[in-house]
T-cell receptor
Framework: GQNIDQPTEMTATEGAIVQINCTYQTSGFNGLFWYQQHAGEAPTFLSYNVLDGLEEKGRFSSFLSRSKGYSYLLLKELQMKDSASYLCAVPDEAAGNKLTFGGGTRVLVKP | DADVTQTPRNRITKTGKRIMLECSQTKGHDRMYWYRQDPGLGLRLIYYSFDVKDINKGEISDGYSVSRQAQAKFSLSLESAIPNQTALYFC???????????FGDGTRLSIL
């Protein structure tokens, strides 16, 4: 089976940096996805990491360490619109690589 | 127009009723998924389909059934709705396992 852990909630100030951690346990590894989901809306894709290291996309960066079963999403120069839930997800190799999602981390950005 | 369209967007119904949620996509993806999301919880997979002839149960399939009528259409049915099936339901599509899933706008279902 698969297990994904991420913090439930984080609070940060506008303009600051927040790091959302995700640890996972899988039988095989085929990459890790991050999605953003505003309340009541559909999740939208942010990043996909399959190799170790940091990938940067504007204000958002995602890091992966396969040996540690660990990833983080880094949000820089926080804006109010970044208040949302951030979902970590990994494909389940034993089940056709369907995605298993973590419970999500709700980020609240305060002025 | 949305690439992944779910209908209806909202539905209120009574216990015991049969309900069908529909999903259609114009992305040309073979893979389609139905998820359920409860307040404060992540997405849980109900059913998934890798092509028209390949349908699989997810982690919470009890009480649900699906039909893949065509590559572009994937319907979710609740044969006899119960209150604890009240949730936000999402349909998603993907090209393969290494490509991101694209989600519809969701159906908010309330069962009284």
């Amino acid at each position: 089976g698969q297990n994904i852990d991420q913090p439930t909630e984080m609070t940060a100030t506008e303009g600051a940096i927040v790091q959302i951690n995700c640890t996972y346990q899988t039988s095989g590894f085929n990459g890790l996805f991050w999605y953003q989901q505003h309340a009541g809306e559909a999740p939208t894709f942010l990043s996909y990491n399959v190799l170790d290291g940091l990938e940067e996309k504007g204000r958002f960066s995602s890091f992966l360490s396969r040996s540690k079963g660990y990833s983080y999403l880094l949000l820089k120069e926080l804006q109010m619109k970044d208040s949302a839930s951030y979902l970590c997800a990994v494909p389940d190799e034993a089940a056709g690589n369907k995605l298993t999602f973590g419970g999500g981390t709700r980020v609240l950005v305060k002025p | 127009d949305a690439d992944v369209t779910q209908t209806p967007r909202n539905r209120i119904t009574k216990t015991g009723k049969r309900i069908m949620l529909e999903c259609s996509q114009t992305k040309g993806h073979d893979r389609m998924y139905w998820y359920r999301q409860d307040p404060g919880l992540g997405l849980r997979l109900i059913y998934y389909s890798f092509d028209v002839k390949d349908i699989n149960k997810g982690e919470i399939s009890d009480g649900y059934s699906v039909s893949r009528q065509a590559q572009a259409k994937f319907s979710l049915s609740l044969e006899s709705a119960i209150p604890n099936q009240t949730a936000l339901y999402f349909c998603a599509t993907s090209r393969d396992s290494y490509q991101p899933q694209h989600f519809g706008d969701g159906t908010r279902l309330s069962i009284l």
